[in-house]
């Protein structure tokens, strides 16, 4: 059975960094790709970031790009979002997603496992 646990949310103040992480358990194959999504409130739940685990490609939506990066660490089953230069709109419940295939979406429905989220908010 699949888990995803999140941790790393807290509040901080705009131009701030956090590190997120998502911990995995249960993949029995070596092809999967986790996710990064928020959801901010009365909004969507919209993709972030994304990696493989097998060749590593990785994915950002066009908001993050040049702020945030992805990584793993294949010895923990971790995965890391780090967020730099946080504005007051990157505030938002952000949840780890993983999918037993290798690609790069975002698309909220090629996920099939979710954590169960950690907040982050930026403001002063």
């Known amino acids: 059975q699949v888990q995803l646990v999140e941790s790393g949310g807290d509040l901080v103040q705009p131009g701030g960094s956090l590190r997120l992480s998502c911990a995995a358990s249960g993949f029995t194959s070596t092809y999967y790709t986790i996710a990064w999504f928020r959801q901010a409130p009365g909004k969507e739940r919209e993709g972030v970031s994304c990696?493989?685990?097998?060749?590593?490609?990785?994915c950002y939506a066009d908001s993050v790009k040049g702020r945030f990066t992805i990584s793993r660490d294949h010895a923990k089953n971790t995965v890391y979002l780090q967020m730099n230069s946080l504005k007051p709109e990157d505030t938002a419940v952000y949840y780890c997603?993983?999918?037993?295939?290798?690609?790069?979406?975002?698309?909220?429905?090629?996920?099939?496992?979710w954590g169960q989220g950690t907040q982050v908010t930026v403001s002063s």
């Open positions: 997603a993983g999918s037993r295939r290798v690609h790069s979406s975002l698309v909220r429905n090629e996920y099939t496992y």
């Open positions: 990696i493989s685990s097998s060749d590593g490609r990785i």
